[in-house]
């Protein structure tokens, strides 16, 4: 099956409830309630604060494989995925590729790992505890509940799903990386053994299908050694761990584009693992993959006169959640004065008869007036943009 030709018809099996970032545990719960029976849905722990966490168990073949979404409360992709993965395996229209899944793979997948964060858009858990760095000590529940997990499915392969920052780029290309894949590494040394190995050619397969689709937007995520990370220590436990990152793409704040290309990764990677085609790659594949790098900005403001000088300007934002107000925030600092030339960005300002009056210091929030000769372009006031003309 060629998952690139699912991209068109992505509305037949997208979970429609599912339209922004921020959906919460309650919603989770309640698509969980409705799947059918070939579905079958338990809960196996619940989060600090006491909201159930759930394993969904689907397929009867040898082939174990688990996947965990959201451990980062702020990072949803990875859940929307899952719930269009459960509509897919469930639909008419692909009964060849879902009955061969069924047939040599068993799946357990988890959305929501750490709901508390979820509630909140944050990624820590309600002690603020970072799940993904308490694999050794085990304080919170999630990360206890993770790791009884593994240790009872004991699958063949795991699928770490988040987002990361929207800062990363392609490095060379100037691109955001819209997806980024690791087989992370088990020890310092980013050593090789069979697990990350089989781990790696299964992302070749993935690189190379979605990467016709995103040429140039796919690299692989830094891959330091984090003893205290759960890819890595799965890793080295026996279970052939990838890792897949939801990244930026342009006006793509809802991560609504990014879901589709996240679920046909995890899609091809199901395939590959199902049909062993992944087994005729070589990781030396996977180190031809380019790497994340850090080329770009949120937005770009070339040729200014600021500070008595004709430079660039490059800006990044954070997004704050406000619980109450259930809505975001978006701040944008102050992050470097001076040559871009080898940058790019999501937004770019570029003329010659661009003005900034107001003194620009590094690391500020932006507050400050864009002008285009007489013409306000941009006016920031305590970092929030507040309209553009
Ligand atoms: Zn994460």
Request: overall charge negative; glycine content about 6%.
């Amino acid at each position: 099956m060629d998952v690139t030709l699912l991209f068109t018809e992505y509305d037949n099996f997208k979970e429609l409830t599912i339209k922004d970032r921020f959906f919460k545990h309650a919603q989770v719960e309640q698509l969980l309630g409705q799947l059918p029976s070939k579905f079958k849905v338990k809960p196996v722990g619940y989060s600090e604060e006491g909201r159930s966490i759930n394993l969904v168990e689907w397929g009867k073949g040898p082939s174990r494989i688990f996947l965990w979404s959201q451990m980062h409360g702020d990072e949803p992709t990875g859940t929307m995925a899952l719930f269009d993965l459960f509509n897919f395996l469930n639909h008419q229209n692909y009964l060849p590729a879902v009955n061969m899944l069924f047939e040599t793979c068993t799946l357990y997948m988890l959305p929501m790992l750490n709901p508390d964060g979820a509630e909140r858009f944050t990624r820590r858990n309600s002690r603020q505890l970072d799940i993904n760095r308490d694999y050794i000590a085990a304080i919170s529940k999630e990360a206890k509940l993770l790791r009884s997990l593994r240790a009872e499915i004991n699958p063949a392969f795991g699928f770490n799903l988040h987002d990361q920052s929207t800062l990363w780029s392609v490095e060379g290309s100037l691109k955001s990386a819209t997806l980024s894949f690791l087989a992370p590494s088990f020890d310092q040394f980013a050593s090789w053994n069979d697990n990350r190995t089989k781990a790696m050619m299964v992302i070749v397969d993935m690189y190379i299908a979605i990467n016709k689709l995103l040429p140039g937007r796919i690299g692989l995520f830094p891959d330091e050694y984090e003893p205290r990370a759960f890819g890595d220590n799965f890793q080295r436990e026996g279970t052939s761990t990838l890792l897949l990152e939801a990244g930026g793409f342009k006006d793509d704040h809802d991560k609504q584009e990014v879901r589709k290309y996240f679920f046909l990764s995890i899609l091809q990677g199901l395939l590959s693992i199902s049909s062993r085609s992944y087994l005729s790659n070589s990781p030396a594949d996977y180190s031809a993959i380019p790497k994340n790098g850090k080329e770009i900005f949120h937005m770009l403001i070339r040729n200014v006169k600021l500070n008595g000088m004709s430079t660039n300007l490059g800006l990044n934002y954070d997004d704050d959640y406000s619980i109450k107000e259930q809505k975001v925030t978006r701040r944008y600092f102050v992050t470097d004065i001076g040559d871009l030339r080898f940058s790019n960005a999501y937004k770019t300002y570029d003329s010659d008869q661009l003005v900034i009056h107001e003194m620009i210091s590094i690391d500020s929030l932006a507050n400050f007036r864009l002008l285009e000769g007489n013409k306000i372009l941009l006016t920031f006031h305590d970092g929030i943009l507040n309209a553009i003309l």
